[in-house]
């Protein structure tokens, strides 16, 4: 049985949702986390996007690691290896093989808030590298990232480019957080989306199969399910646009009709304009000063940079100092 630290109450996710929806729909501009697109439906069509063709990211970030994942290891000698995440994925992988071909690696520990996916993640893990000791952590990374176990040196990973999925003040807040809990020496191991042209990232976000706006709109059908919302779910469109202000690609869904939704868990009652937009998600995009500097910030030091082969997105490894 993989050991299994559960540092989030059985009723953690439904009071966060609860106090998401009552903070997010009665602002202006009304926003929703991007957290809440990922219920089982929702996994499934990011996992769909994923493999979509105008969703570059993810081959990008895979081709780095099957390049680089050596070097990580030869830079690092890490002896644990921390997911921030749940970890069953081929990147995943990618990064376990070429620490455990250097001989240094003993620990895995992934986190993630959801404990059914953890654990599924966790025991994939335990099968594949039955010499591996595999400790997982049910958690937020924005609160129990003092939480983790494993020898040093660590190195924690965050994949994927979700950085971009928070505000400048927030990722200022999760890069201290990380070297708060990190000895100097240890690792942070940080995948982000480079900023390209613009037709190339909207149609990242908005394929021509529509599997992105069918996630966006789940995060409506998580409420109506969760808390006995009566939210008319084809009645919003999905909207993806480029802010070249800020750099990010941002996702709304914008109502179609005038309308009037019912939450009866929170007690809220709710009008939308036709034409208005509930601002869902942002996916900022980077220049490598802008990520030195907000390391640099940090209390990190770079190690390396790393680029697929057109440049589309960046793995780059940092040390706390």
């Known amino acids: 049985m993989t050991p299994i630290d559960v540092h989030l109450t059985p009723d953690y996710a439904g009071r966060a949702l609860r106090e998401d929806v009552r903070a997010g729909l009665t602002a202006d501009p009304k926003w929703l986390p991007p ?17 979509l063709p105008e969703y570059y990211p993810t081959r990008a970030e895979r081709e780095i690691l099957q390049a680089r994942a050596g ?24 990064l376990l093989d070429g620490l455990r071909d250097r001989g240094t690696l003993t620990t895995f520990v992934p986190l993630d808030v959801s404990e059914s996916a953890l654990r599924d993640a966790a025991d994939a893990i335990n099968v594949d590298y039955p010499a591996l000791e595999v400790h997982g952590v049910v958690g937020d990374f924005t609160a129990h990232l003092d939480k983790l176990p494993g020898d040093p040196p660590r190195m924690v990973a965050f994949l994927g480019g979700t950085i971009g999925n928070l505000l400048p003040s927030e990722r200022a807040t999760f890069y201290t957080s ?7 020496g240890e690792w942070l191991l940080l995948g982000t989306d480079l900023v390209k042209d613009p037709a190339t990232l909207v149609a990242a976000y908005d394929d021509s ?26 009645a919003f469109s999905h909207v993806a646009i480029w802010d070249a202000e800020n750099e990010w690609i941002e996702m709304r869904l914008r109502a179609d009709r005038a309308m009037r939704v ?6 809220l009652e709710l009008d939308f304009a036709e034409g208005e937009v509930l601002h869902t998600e942002i996916s900022a995009k980077f220049h490598r000063p802008g990520v030195e500097a907000e390391l ?18 960046a793995l780059s490894l940092w040390q706390a100092v």
């Open 35 to 51: 957290k809440w697109f990922y219920d089982a439906r929702g996994s499934d069509l990011f996992e769909q996007i994923t493999r």
């Open 71 to 94: 070097e990580v290891a030869a830079i690092t000698k890490a002896h644990t290896l921390v997911e921030l995440g749940s970890g069953s994925s081929e990147k995943t992988r990618l």
């Open 178 to 184: 990380i070297r708060e809990v990190l000895e100097p």
């Open 209 to 234: 199969a529509g599997v992105t706006a069918e996630f966006n709109r789940n995060v409506l059908r998580v409420i109506n399910r969760q808390l006995g919302a009566d939210f008319d779910v084809e």
């Open 262 to 267: 019912l939450i009866p868990e929170v007690h």
């Open 296 to 313: 640099d910030t940090a209390g990190f030091g770079s190690a390396a940079w790393w680029t697929d082969s057109e440049a589309r997105f």
